[in-house]
T-cell receptor
Framework: AQSVSQHNHHVILSEAASLELGCNYSYGGTVNLFWYVQYPGQHLQLLLK??????LVKGIKGFEAEFIKSKFSFNLRKPSVQWSDTAEYFCAVNPGRNYGGATNKLIFGTGTLLAVQP | DAGVTQSPTHLIKTRGQQVTLRCSPKSGHDTVSWYQQALGQGPQFIFQ???????QRGNFPDRFSGHQFPNYSSELNVNALLLGDSALYLC?????????????FGAGSRLTVL
């Protein structure tokens, strides 16, 4: 079955520390990859996405992620976190390429709760 | 502002009852997907509606049903509620076509089943 694994359930960092959140998926075909973020009391928001091309993608608020096809991974990074980055982060995979018609489903990981201490 | 509006925001039901949740998609979007997010878990895909038809379905029983209206809004119905149905139900909208896999999520409807 298709699945997404996020290895870190809880991460606590001090401000200015570097961040890397792991994400691995199990699907052998073409995938679209996403990181969503949920700030306290807010809805899920798209942080960044990978459809094709450069495997290093940049998102909002200084976040970036690297797609490594051979490792089935899409890790999220940020060089220096801020207190405002405290949130829950979800990796998601959309298996199969969509050439039109309805959107394919997303398969989410269980999420990583990041707490940044000032 | 998410652009996707859901109602109600919170509701409490008892086992065996039925519930209807509503969703208005972001302006310009024509596809609505529903997800269930249990506590401590990631969202799980329930089903998706496009052109007023159910297009894809996740691993959920027939107690979960839905509808999409001509104005693209959608309803999620759950019959014979179980305690395990307690969760945050998320609606997400998108625009069909290539690159349509970017979802805009609503704030969710939190259902508690007692």
């Amino acid at each position: 079955a298709q699945s997404v694994s996020q290895h870190n359930h809880h991460v606590i960092l001090s401000e200015a520390a570097s961040l890397e959140l792991g994400c691995n998926y199990s699907y052998g075909g073409t995938v679209n990859l996403f990181w969503y973020v949920q700030y306290p009391g807010q809805h899920l928001q798209l942080l960044l996405k990978y459809f094709s091309g450069d495997p290093l993608v940049k998102g909002i608020k200084g976040f970036e992620a690297e797609f490594i096809k051979s490792k089935f991974s899409f890790n999220l990074r940020k060089p220096s976190v801020q207190w405002s980055d405290t949130a829950e982060y979800f990796c998601a995979v959309n298996p199969g390429r969509n050439y039109g018609g309805a959107t394919n489903k997303l398969i989410f990981g269980t999420g990583t709760l990041l707490a940044v201490q000032p | 502002d998410a652009g996707v509006t859901q109602s109600p925001t919170h509701l409490i039901k008892t086992r065996g009852q039925q519930v209807t949740l509503r969703c208005s998609p972001k302006s310009g979007h024509d596809t609505v997907s529903w997800y269930q997010q249990a506590l401590g878990q990631g969202p799980q895909f329930i089903f998706q509606y496009y052109e007023e038809e159910e297009r894809q379905r996740g691993n959920f029983p027939d107690r979960f049903s839905g509808h999409q209206f001509p104005n693209y809004s959608s309803e999620l119905n759950v019959n014979a509620l179980l305690l395990g149905d307690s969760a945050l139900y998320l609606c997400a909208s998108s625009l069909a076509g290539y690159g349509a896999n970017v979802l805009t999520f609503g704030a969710g409807s939190r259902l508690t089943v007692l």
